[in-house]
């Protein structure tokens, strides 16, 4: 047994040296993979632009909607290497999302009416912009379903607020940024009473409306900000997707709608259904709100509040110049503004054209007051000849647009051909075209709705599958298109299936734009953002008890938890804080109790908290649920939930082995030959500028707290060994040799980091 531990320690460090020595040989040529896999020499042009050799990186991060998930999917581009799934809307357990204290707080701020929503149709991302640019900050997303609106910080790519929309049933024009991020754009889509009370559908004239909120975004706080949002009742139009201008349209929004017919279905009343109904005129409305000049009347005082927020009514609008209609093609959807802020494209689901309309053209209808008459509610509307730019034919159900780095480019989704058309909207040519496998709904370019756009890829965003993947069951696989647009015609790189909602729009940004944190400060709450009040540190954990109440606050490092015993009365309530005190990078631990839906995730430095009540007397193991370690499965412990009036009748703990004096010495010689092997990796790391790497200082840092843990143990087992107790002296010698391995571990994977980036000898 002894021998064999000695050995590991040995074998572990040859293990490193000839790793490092030894060159993967490769046994075939390319053409005979190619021959033997079918494939052409376009397939493996392909496969070159988007793989990335082993420990390489993307050059972009893509973060797509999950829809019905609720959640966020994080991928590369160009490899769509798949990174992360936020959770957003939905909890998400490996996150711990949704079953620590900290993000169930999160959770509860989108809580509707008092009620749990655990669930959300995501949409719409936006990066947050500083002067049109993303920034890389934030990252904010609306619910479609429950109209919520959600802000993740990109520092570490967790969900920190939820907000219900006060006045919506439902939205779906967000989220859209202002290019400072000053506001997000939330607009409503199905038309419902604000004031949330019934109204019969036979008053849907008078009594529902639609709305746009623009939520207040407060950036040195990272947090909507409720008390300075401001929403815009709009007429009961289907309103939809929206998009800040910016440049010459700045201080302006622009959101569509379909259904201005105000058709209300009733199939079962025998009346023709909604899809007949609001499709029967020739156009729609796109709505034109200027924010700038709302906002100055909401710090004027000048603007009212409904149930605690501010509301501008229609009537207001109108009055102050806030508000305008535009015609446009039937059933639009996207409502795209082109780089410069000039254009605003439009395409209408059942028209082949895409529509651009000029903004230049739009204000000097606004400033000449040059209307063609007025809505149903009074609302001015601007002619389309007045406000069209041109209109070009782009295939038969066109979508989105997004925008190419070279100027006037343009790509538009064509839902119904299944296609993408590459067009200017500056010339009205179209350039190319490239089938879609199927029936693309978003698509996206690269930084695609910024002022700079960077073009290179595009990414169809696909509502149908069919063939295209191995088959799982009649639920397909999403399928996100990968594709090459820096070159003249369009080429199709890569397929790849999202198995987890229907992904709507996706957002990318250049990786170096981002720079997130790798361990939190250490006691850290990472939903407040600020120091844990329940943060524990090392050698000070402790266990409150009051009547009725247990508080644990306790810690996380390899290979154990303390405390490893928890005992409390039945019908206690229980609260367990945990740090992690580790500073090493991915050194996560988690957490979970049998039976009690808790699952922590501890990532270095966070605090987190579990909280139930003890309801039913019984042992309950709990353990690390990362594997963090070799002795992983022994990062464990017990909760004793004891029943009420229980008295203990054992004294003392038994054990299963006895140990001698022979043991303890054979120990103390493995610990010694570890010494000596942990002793030549400190020389080694010594001897270069390891203080240039941060890395390695994160890790240099974690062996010297392990290095410290040891000398402890070891003086532990010295002293048991003095009082002729070997059955502890040799327990404590082993917790030593414990501490010694990691040690070594984080030795080991600090001099392979320095051997990987080229550290320069120093002495
Ligand atoms: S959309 S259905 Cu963004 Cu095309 Cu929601
Ligand atoms: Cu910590 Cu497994």
């Known amino acids: 047994m002894r021998l064999i531990n000695r050995l590991k320690a040995v074998l572990l460090l040859t293990a490193i040296c000839t790793l490092a020595g030894s060159s993967a040989a490769w046994t075939q040529t390319l053409q005979e993979v190619m021959q033997e896999r079918g494939l052409t020499e376009k397939d493996v042009l392909a496969a070159a632009k988007t793989y990335i050799p082993t420990g390489g990186r993307d050059e972009y ?116 940024a202002t290019p400072n991020t000053e506001y997000v754009m939330e607009g409503s889509q199905y038309p419902a009473p604000l004031d949330g009370e019934f109204a019969p559908l036979e008053e849907f004239n008078e009594k529902y409306r639609g709305g746009l909120t623009y939520w207040k975004f407060d950036r040195e706080a990272g947090r909507l900000d409720p008390e300075q949002t401001f929403t815009f009742e709009l007429p009961p139009y289907s309103q939809d997707l929206s998009d800040a201008g910016k440049g010459p349209s700045y201080g302006w929004g622009f959101t569509n709608s379909f259904c201005s017919e105000r058709y209300v279905g009733g199939i079962e009343r025998g009346r023709p259904p909604f899809e007949a109904g609001c499709s029967s005129k020739d156009t729609d409305f796109m709505h034109v709100t200027n924010w700038v000049k709302a906002a100055e009347l909401v710090a004027a005082g000048k603007v009212g509040k409904v149930k605690g927020h501010y509301l501008i009514s229609i009537a207001q609008a109108i009055a102050e110049d806030l508000l305008f209609l535009i015609p446009e093609p039937k059933s639009p959807h996207g409502c795209d503004v082109s780089p410069d802020g000039a254009s605003i494209i439009v395409a209408g689901k059942l028209d082949s054209h895409a529509w651009v309309y000029s903004f230049v053209k739009i204000k000097a209808a606004i400033d000449g007051r040059n209307f063609e008459g007025y809505d149903a509610y009074g609302i001015p509307i601007i002619s389309l000849e007045a406000a069209l730019d041109k209109s070009v034919s782009v295939g038969l159900g066109p979508l989105h647009t997004q925008f190419d780095s070279e100027d006037g480019v343009c790509y538009t989704s064509i839902y119904v051909d299944s296609q993408i058309t590459k067009w200017n909207y500056k010339t009205g040519k179209v350039l190319d075209t490239l089938p879609i496998h199927y029936n693309v709904g978003h698509l996206m370019t690269m930084e695609g709705d910024t002022k700079n756009p960077d073009g290179k890829f595009l990414v169809a965003l696909n509502k149908l599958a069919i ?269 030593w040799w414990q501490y010694q391995v990691k040690t070594a571990d984080l030795g080991l994977r600090a001099k392979t980091f320095l051997e990987e980036s080229g550290a320069k000898k120093i002495k």
């Open 61 to 176: 991060l893509c973060f797509s909607s999950g829809g019905q998930s609720g959640q966020v999917i994080v991928y590369g581009i160009p490899s769509m290497r798949i990174l992360k799934y936020i959770g957003v809307f939905t909890p998400e357990p490996w996150q711990g999302y949704g079953f620590d204290d900290e993000s169930k707080a999160v959770l509860a701020g989108g809580r509707i009416d008092g009620k749990d929503i655990t669930f959300g149709d995501s949409h719409h991302p936006a990066i947050s912009e500083t002067d049109g640019d993303y920034d890389g900050k934030f990252l904010f997303i609306n619910d479609k379903a429950n109209p919520r609106v959600a802000v993740i910080d990109l520092k570490d790519f967790e969900t920190k607020q939820i907000v219900p929309n006060p006045f919506f049933q439902s939205d779906h024009g967000g989220c859209f």
């Open 467 to 735: 063939d295209r993947f191995d088959p799982v069951g009649p639920l397909h696989p999403q399928n996100h298109q990968l594709i090459d647009i820096s070159h003249p015609t369009m080429t199709l790189l890569y397929d790849m299936p999202l198995p987890l909602g229907e992904p709507h729009y996706a957002v990318s940004i250049k990786m170096d734009k981002l720079d997130p944190l790798v361990r939190y400060k250490s006691g850290w709450d990472s939903r407040q953002e600020k120091r844990s009040e329940f943060r524990a540190r090392a050698g000070r954990e402790r266990t409150d008890r009051q009547p009725g109440k247990v508080e644990v606050f306790g810690t996380l490092i390899r290979s154990h938890i303390t405390p490893e015993i928890i005992e409390v009365t039945e019908g206690d309530k229980v609260l367990i804080h945990l740090t992690n005190l580790e500073r090493a990078e991915d050194e996560v631990h988690g957490f979970s109790i049998s039976g009690q839906n808790i699952q922590l995730s501890v990532e270095p430095g966070k605090t987190a908290s579990a909280s139930f009540v003890a309801d039913k007397a019984g042992v309950y193991p709990y353990y690390c649920t990362e594997f963090c370690s070799a002795l992983h499965l022994e990062m464990e412990g017990y909760l004793l939930v004891q029943p009420k009036g229980y008295q203990a009748v054992t004294a003392e703990m038994q054990q299963g082995v006895a140990y001698s004096k022979e043991d303890y010495l054979t120990q103390v010689a493995t610990n010694e030959a570890t010494q000596e092997v942990i002793d030549q990796v400190v020389a080694f790391i010594t001897s270069h500028n390891y203080q240039e790497f941060p890395t390695v200082l994160a890790l240099v840092e974690d062996a010297t707290d392990q290095l410290g843990f040891a000398a402890e143990a070891k003086q532990k087992a010295e002293t048991a060994a003095t009082g002729n107790d070997w059955q502890n002296a040799m327990l404590w010698a082993n917790q």
